[in-house]
Protein backbone atom coordinates (compact mmCIF):
# COMPACT_ATOMS: atom_id res chain seq x y z
CA UNK A 1 0.00 0.00 0.00
CA UNK A 2 1.50 3.47 -0.92
CA UNK A 3 -0.21 6.81 0.42
CA UNK A 4 0.39 9.57 -1.97
CA UNK A 5 -0.10 13.24 -0.72
CA UNK A 6 0.25 16.04 -3.10
CA UNK A 7 1.37 19.79 -2.02
CA UNK A 8 2.82 23.14 -3.94
CA UNK A 9 0.09 24.27 -5.24
CA UNK A 10 -1.74 27.73 -5.69
CA UNK A 11 -2.38 30.95 -7.81
CA UNK A 12 -0.05 32.11 -9.75
CA UNK A 13 0.28 34.36 -13.02
CA UNK A 14 1.16 33.70 -16.29
CA UNK A 15 4.94 33.25 -17.22
CA UNK A 16 5.25 32.06 -13.32
CA UNK A 17 6.30 28.57 -12.13
CA UNK A 18 5.52 26.70 -9.39
CA UNK A 19 6.67 23.27 -7.92
CA UNK A 20 4.41 20.38 -6.58
CA UNK A 21 5.55 17.82 -4.56
CA UNK A 22 3.81 14.95 -4.08
CA UNK A 23 5.67 12.52 -0.91
CA UNK A 24 4.89 8.76 -0.81
CA UNK A 25 4.70 6.21 2.00
CA UNK A 26 6.02 3.02 2.00
CA UNK A 27 10.03 2.24 2.13
CA UNK A 28 9.56 0.51 -2.03
CA UNK A 29 9.50 4.16 -3.25
CA UNK A 30 11.93 3.62 -5.79
CA UNK A 31 10.41 1.02 -7.14
CA UNK A 32 7.48 2.57 -8.89
CA UNK A 33 6.86 4.65 -11.78
CA UNK A 34 5.42 8.04 -10.53
CA UNK A 35 3.63 9.75 -13.10
CA UNK A 36 1.60 13.01 -12.57
CA UNK A 37 -1.83 13.59 -14.16
CA UNK A 38 -4.35 17.27 -14.24
CA UNK A 39 -8.32 17.10 -14.73
CA UNK A 40 -9.23 20.83 -15.59
CA UNK A 41 -13.34 21.24 -14.78
CA UNK A 42 -15.04 19.91 -17.40
CA UNK A 43 -12.48 17.57 -18.70
CA UNK A 44 -11.03 14.37 -18.64
CA UNK A 45 -8.40 13.81 -16.95
CA UNK A 46 -4.81 14.17 -19.08
CA UNK A 47 -1.56 12.62 -19.01
CA UNK A 48 1.25 15.48 -17.70
CA UNK A 49 4.39 13.72 -17.23
CA UNK A 50 5.83 10.10 -15.92
CA UNK A 51 9.29 9.06 -14.29
CA UNK A 52 10.27 5.15 -14.93
CA UNK A 53 11.54 3.71 -11.58
CA UNK A 54 13.47 1.19 -14.49
CA UNK A 55 15.44 3.75 -15.82
CA UNK A 56 14.82 7.28 -14.40
CA UNK A 57 13.73 8.53 -17.90
CA UNK A 58 11.35 11.03 -18.06
CA UNK A 59 8.20 11.26 -20.61
CA UNK A 60 5.93 14.48 -21.17
CA UNK A 61 3.03 15.38 -22.67
CA UNK A 62 3.67 17.63 -25.72
CA UNK A 63 1.37 20.16 -23.75
CA UNK A 64 3.91 20.73 -21.20
CA UNK A 65 7.17 19.60 -23.26
CA UNK A 66 9.76 22.14 -22.77
CA UNK A 67 8.04 24.10 -19.58
CA UNK A 68 7.82 21.42 -17.11
CA UNK A 69 9.78 19.09 -15.46
CA UNK A 70 9.62 15.57 -13.52
CA UNK A 71 12.55 14.75 -10.93
CA UNK A 72 12.23 12.50 -7.85
CA UNK A 73 14.05 11.78 -4.71
CA UNK A 74 14.12 8.52 -3.79
CA UNK A 75 16.14 9.25 -0.43
CA UNK A 76 12.67 11.59 0.57
CA UNK A 77 10.02 9.20 -1.01
CA UNK A 78 9.43 12.41 -2.95
CA UNK A 79 8.58 13.16 -6.47
CA UNK A 80 8.20 16.64 -7.86
CA UNK A 81 6.65 18.29 -10.67
CA UNK A 82 8.43 22.32 -11.75
CA UNK A 83 5.88 23.91 -13.60
CA UNK A 84 8.01 26.74 -15.55
CA UNK A 85 5.79 29.17 -18.13
CA UNK A 86 2.52 28.96 -16.93
CA UNK A 87 -0.28 29.53 -18.80
CA UNK A 88 -4.03 29.72 -18.16
CA UNK A 89 -4.55 26.27 -19.62
CA UNK A 90 -2.39 24.65 -17.30
CA UNK A 91 -4.92 25.63 -14.37
CA UNK A 92 -6.36 22.24 -13.03
CA UNK A 93 -5.95 19.73 -10.30
CA UNK A 94 -2.94 18.13 -10.46
CA UNK A 95 -2.59 14.47 -8.95
CA UNK A 96 0.70 11.95 -9.12
CA UNK A 97 0.38 8.64 -8.88
CA UNK A 98 2.41 5.69 -8.62
CA UNK A 99 2.54 2.31 -10.57
CA UNK A 100 4.36 -0.85 -10.20
CA UNK A 101 5.09 -0.97 -14.10
CA UNK A 102 7.83 1.22 -15.93
CA UNK A 103 7.92 2.47 -19.37
CA UNK A 104 5.96 5.30 -20.84
CA UNK A 105 2.91 5.32 -18.71
CA UNK A 106 0.51 7.27 -20.36
CA UNK A 107 -2.84 6.08 -18.82
CA UNK A 108 -4.98 6.30 -16.08
CA UNK A 109 -5.08 2.81 -15.69
CA UNK A 110 -1.81 2.05 -15.95
CA UNK A 111 -1.06 3.54 -12.24
CA UNK A 112 -2.27 1.93 -9.04
CA UNK A 113 -2.25 4.39 -6.33
CA UNK A 114 -3.61 8.42 -5.94
CA UNK A 115 -2.91 11.25 -4.13
CA UNK A 116 -6.06 13.88 -3.44
CA UNK A 117 -4.57 16.51 -5.47
CA UNK A 118 -3.78 19.83 -5.26
CA UNK A 119 -5.25 22.59 -7.25
CA UNK A 120 -3.26 24.73 -9.83
CA UNK A 121 -4.79 28.09 -10.85
CA UNK A 122 -3.04 30.06 -13.59
CA UNK A 123 -4.11 33.87 -13.90
CA UNK A 124 -3.58 35.88 -17.21
Known amino acids: QVQLVESGGGLVQAGGSLRLSCAAS????????MGWFRQAPGKEREFVGT????????YYADSVKGRFTISRDNAKNTVYLQMNSLKPEDTAVYYC?????????????????WGQGTQVTVSS
Open 26 to 33: GRTFSSYS
Open 51 to 58: VSWSSGRT
Open 97 to 113: AASVQAGRLETSRGYDY
